[in-house]
């Protein structure tokens, strides 16, 4: 971090925030810190021990903010720029964030981060704890190192944020941290499927958009990954990637949600419905449905829901 742009006195490092640059804050920013006692006593009691918020914000137009953290934060950091640009250093890297960027970084890893200049960031922020909390960072595929996203649903995680800093700005009562810890595993969810599923326009978003056009069909492997532009293998390699199995297996699970859709809103005869999601001979769908509900297309018309 040799070349980092932050230098400044040893007065102005704080435990839980690493050394600071612009201490006295930003024109119209909003900023709550839960005190420290209180989170030490929320990690001790059920659900917020899994997860809570510590600290959450907004600072916009940021001129002059930074922060470096040699050996890392209590918490996991969630950053979303909404306007201007900002920078992140990790591992000897120096990362340019924008308007719709996101930062996620796991506890404990060194970094170093600021505004830039001429067009400050502005930027929703929050920490969080828990024990919960790696694993949701997993799921996100970052797995210990620092992510950079950009987000296709920025407006709803923003408006996630937003909700937690409002919470927190009410109090930080027992009940209000509870309210806040489902606010921030909706928001690391969000952030999870916002990476994972494919953006608009790639190969793997025109694939699953033709499967789901064509569940009354059968489609080749080989001539969707013609059509998309990409080799059999690779096709193959992003549904893993993001489905958890192939293509045919995400097409029939198209398929079969489909089939469960008509048998709960429809007198359609199982025959009928099998037509309808490509599959011509009734008694290959019903085995085919067995295997994915456990039952029969007939028991399952007749199970009670809801």
Same mark, same amino acid.
């Given at each position: 971090?040799?070349?980092?742009?932050?230098?400044?006195?040893?007065?102005?490092?704080?435990?839980?925030? *690493?050394?600071?640059?612009?201490?006295?804050?930003?024109?119209?920013? !909003?900023?709550?810190?839960?005190?420290?006692?209180?989170? /030490?006593?929320?990690?001790?009691?059920?659900?917020?021990?899994?997860?809570?918020?510590?600290?959450?914000?907004?600072?916009?137009?940021?001129?002059?903010?930074?922060?470096?953290?040699?050996? *890392?934060?209590?918490?996991?950091?969630?950053?979303?720029?909404?306007?201007?640009?900002?920078?992140?250093?990790?591992?000897?890297?120096?990362?340019?964030?924008?308007?719709?960027?996101?930062?996620?970084?796991?506890? *404990?890893?060194?970094? @170093?981060?600021?505004?830039?200049?001429?067009?400050?960031? +502005?930027?929703?922020?929050?920490?969080?704890?828990?024990?919960?909390?790696?694993?949701?960072?997993?799921?996100?595929?970052?797995?210990?190192?620092?992510?950079? $996203?950009?987000?296709?649903? #920025?407006?709803? #995680?923003?408006?996630? $944020?937003?909700?937690?800093?409002?919470?927190?700005?009410?109090?930080? +009562?027992?009940?209000?941290?509870?309210?806040?810890?489902?606010? @921030?595993?909706?928001?690391?969810?969000?952030?999870?499927?916002? !990476? #994972?599923?494919?953006?608009?326009?790639?190969?793997?978003?025109?694939?699953? !958009?033709?499967?789901?056009?064509?569940?009354?069909?059968?489609?080749?492997?080989?001539?969707?990954? @013609?059509?998309? *532009?990409?080799?059999?293998?690779?096709?193959?390699?992003?549904? !893993?990637? +993001?489905?958890?199995?192939?293509?045919?297996?995400?097409?029939?699970?198209?398929?079969? @949600?489909?089939?469960?859709?008509?048998?709960?809103?429809?007198?359609?005869?199982? /025959?009928?419905?099998?037509? $309808?999601?490509?599959?011509?001979?009734?008694?290959?769908?019903?085995?085919?449905?067995?295997?994915?509900?456990?039952?029969?297309?007939?028991?399952?018309?007749?199970?009670?829901?809801?």
């Amino acid at each position: 971090m040799a070349d980092l742009a932050i230098h400044l006195d040893d007065s102005l490092i704080l435990p839980q925030y *690493g050394r600071m640059q612009r201490p006295d804050g930003f024109d119209r920013q !909003r900023l709550t810190v839960v005190p420290r006692p209180l989170v /030490a006593a929320a990690l001790a009691r059920p659900v917020t021990r899994r997860m809570i918020v510590t600290d959450a914000g907004w600072f916009p137009r940021a001129e002059g903010h930074g922060r470096e953290r040699p050996t *890392g934060a209590a918490e996991t950091i969630v950053i979303v720029c909404v306007a201007g640009t900002g920078w992140l250093e990790h591992d000897g890297t120096r990362t340019l964030v924008g308007a719709g960027g996101a930062i996620v970084i796991p506890r *404990g890893v060194a970094h @170093a981060y600021g505004a830039g200049t001429g067009d400050p960031w +502005t930027i929703w922020w929050c920490h969080v704890g828990g024990s919960d909390t790696a694993e949701l960072v997993d799921a996100m595929g970052v797995s210990g190192a620092v992510l950079t $996203l950009s987000l296709r649903s #920025i407006d709803r #995680i923003t408006a996630q $944020l937003d909700e937690i800093v409002s919470a927190l700005e009410r109090d930080t +009562t027992p009940a209000r941290l509870i309210a806040t810890a489902g606010m @921030a595993w909706r928001l690391f969810t969000l952030l999870a499927v916002d !990476r #994972i599923l494919p953006e608009d326009g790639t190969p793997l978003e025109r694939a699953m !958009r033709y499967l789901d056009e064509r569940v009354d069909g059968r489609v080749q492997v080989n001539e969707l990954a @013609a059509l998309v *532009g990409v080799s059999p293998s690779h096709l193959s390699a992003l549904f !893993r990637g +993001t489905t958890g199995g192939g293509v045919v297996a995400h097409h029939q699970s198209l398929k079969m @949600a489909r089939a469960r859709h008509l048998l709960d809103t429809t007198d359609l005869t199982v /025959a009928e419905i099998a037509r $309808l999601v490509g599959m011509d001979d009734p008694f290959y769908f019903s085995r085919q449905f067995r295997k994915v509900h456990g039952m029969s297309p007939t028991q399952y018309r007749a199970t009670s829901k809801g």
